[in-house]
């Protein structure tokens, strides 16, 4: 489906530079030329990405009774894949431009493209690409196994999986079974995926390899549909938990035609990204075809015995599938904000600063001594963090003055910044009260201000971290 127009370039690229500058997210192996199509998350984009995992989880399997979870291999045996009809029928139709060499995916063009070449043509002139008959291509990243790995030995070949889900279906009687579930019930995973992408693009959004959040939904054949709905509902209200609102989401109920082959319902979940409405999410209602071919392909039954009403079927399955990847840069395009400062008549004053939820912020606050010269200021600031560190990732930063320190932290998403000042210490407060023990918590998104007791300050923040 082409990219739909909605797009702020300029934007996308003031995130893609504070990605980097800041520590979020860096080009993988850039010292080399880079690996296109596959990104590394530095110390603050690892922190959000495993706030948000571990969010996701926290609502999905730990507050629930009929979720559970597993950690499935990457490395997946070839009869899984080709049960699931992965191997041999897992492909994009790909053309390339004759002349600039360029790859493009054939039913993604609307329109023959510039061509690469043009640069050598005259000012003014368009030249377009002369592209080659489309061809399919295989998505699927293949390796040998063992010490028959490098003869013909058609066994010793392996995948790396393109999708989390196949991993949950092979392993679905296994977990009914060890765990005494009943249906309805879902087994949750978050892993990485690998697929050979003939054009990655957009930032991290399409990637070779990425990572999921997903959930398999097994249920009676006469509940699907209504469960597909039922999930939806649920998805949206996670993404305006983490801070992407509703407005900025679309709902397409895809089509008949344009569904996978086993779907029976699709709802892709789209968000207004910089550079276009995209996909961040599918619910899908995939039947009872994946455990049907699994059944048939491996000659075991994968039937759900209802001892109540002693009727046996094969699961069908709603499967809400999430990037996590595409989730968190929705959620720093989502965050990213520059606030006009500027007093009448005073210089350009612009703040830039990041709204995510405390919840997934890499960094929940940050202590700051208001002077670095001042041992006593300096020992308080790091009783201070001793006391919330065991609890939460806490930035203590020194250097600068206060206004620049509290800079820093809004432009990384830092939600509180907690200043220890002489007051702190004992020093009459400016209307003479007693303020000894208390510190400055300033608030990064109305930059106000309040005075909090040390005493209170561990479940003054994490009542504020849900």
Same mark, same amino acid.
């Given at each position: 489906m082409a990219e739909r127009t909605h797009t702020d370039p300029e934007k996308m690229e003031k995130i893609?530079?504070?990605c980097k500058g800041k520590g979020f997210i860096f080009q993988s192996g850039e010292l080399y030329g880079g690996l296109n199509g596959c990104w590394d998350y530095g110390p603050l984009g690892a922190e959000l990405k495993r706030n948000l995992k571990e969010y996701w989880w926290r609502k999905n399997v730990q507050e629930r009774?009929?979720?559970? +979870?597993? *950690?499935?291999?990457?490395?997946?045996?070839?009869?899984? #894949?080709? /049960?699931?009809?992965?191997?041999?029928? !897992?492909?994009?139709?790909m053309c390339d431009c004759k002349v600039c060499k360029k790859r493009y995916r054939a039913d993604q063009l609307e329109e023959v493209p510039l061509?690469?070449?043009?640069?050598? #043509?005259? =000012? +003014? %002139?368009?030249?377009?690409?002369?592209?080659?008959?489309? =061809?399919?291509? @295989?998505?699927? !990243?293949?390796t040998k196994m063992g010490a028959s790995a490098d003869d013909d030995d058609p066994n010793a070949v392996a995948y790396?999986?393109?999708?989390? /889900?196949?991993?949950?279906?092979?392993?679905? =009687?296994n977990v009914l079974d060890s765990s005494r579930l009943k249906i309805?019930? +879902?087994?949750?995973?978050?892993?990485k995926a690998f697929r050979n992408e003939i054009n990655p693009r957009n930032f991290t959004f399409r990637s070779r390899e990425f990572e999921q959040m997903e959930i398999e939904y097994f249920c009676h054949p006469d509940d699907g549909m209504k469960l597909t709905d039922e999930w939806l509902e649920k998805r949206l @209200? !996670?993404?305006e938990e983490i801070g992407v609102p509703r407005e900025k989401l679309h709902i397409l109920d895809v089509p008949d035609g344009e569904r996978a082959h086993y779907s029976k319902k699709t709802y892709d979940i789209e968000y207004e990204f910089p550079f276009g409405i995209q996909e961040l999410e599918g619910v899908a209602y995939r039947t009872d075809y994946d455990l049907g071919k699994h059944q048939e392909c491996s000659g075991k039954s994968l039937e759900y015995f209802n001892p109540e009403t002693k009727e046996r079927f094969i699961p069908h399955v709603v499967e809400p599938?999430?990037?996590?990847?595409?989730?968190? #840069? /929705?959620?720093i395009c %989502? /965050?990213? *904000?520059?606030?006009?400062?500027? =007093?009448e008549g005073g210089k350009p004053d612009i703040r830039k600063v990041m709204r995510l939820k405390p919840c997934i912020a890499p960094i929940k606050a940050a202590v700051l001594p208001l002077l670095k010269n001042k041992p006593e200021l300096v020992a308080k600031a790091k009783e201070v963090k001793a006391l919330l560190q065991p609890h939460m990732n806490i930035f203590y930063d020194e250097t600068a003055a206060i206004g620049r320190r509290y800079r820093r932290q809004d432009e990384v998403g830092t939600p509180f910044c907690i200043a220890i000042d002489f007051e702190t210490l004992g020093e009459e407060g400016p209307n003479g009260e007693d303020l000894s023990d208390t510190v400055t918590v300033r608030h990064r998104d109305s930059m106000e201000q309040e005075r909090i007791a040390i005493s209170e300050l561990l479940p003054w923040l994490l009542a504020r971290m849900v």
């Open positions: 893609v530079s504070l009774d009929d979720i559970v +979870g597993m *950690d499935g291999s990457i490395l997946t045996h070839q009869a899984v #894949l080709t /049960a699931s009809g992965h191997v041999g029928g !897992f492909s994009d139709p061509c690469e070449a043009k640069k050598q #043509l005259p =000012k +003014g %002139e368009d030249k377009r690409c002369e592209l080659t008959e489309p =061809k399919e291509f @295989n998505l699927m !990243f293949e790396l999986r393109p999708e989390t /889900a196949q991993t949950i279906f092979v392993q679905y =009687k309805p019930f +879902g087994i949750a995973q978050i892993g @209200n !996670f993404y599938s999430a990037g996590c990847d595409r989730t968190v #840069l /929705a959620v %989502e /965050a990213y *904000d520059e606030e006009d400062l500027t =007093k």
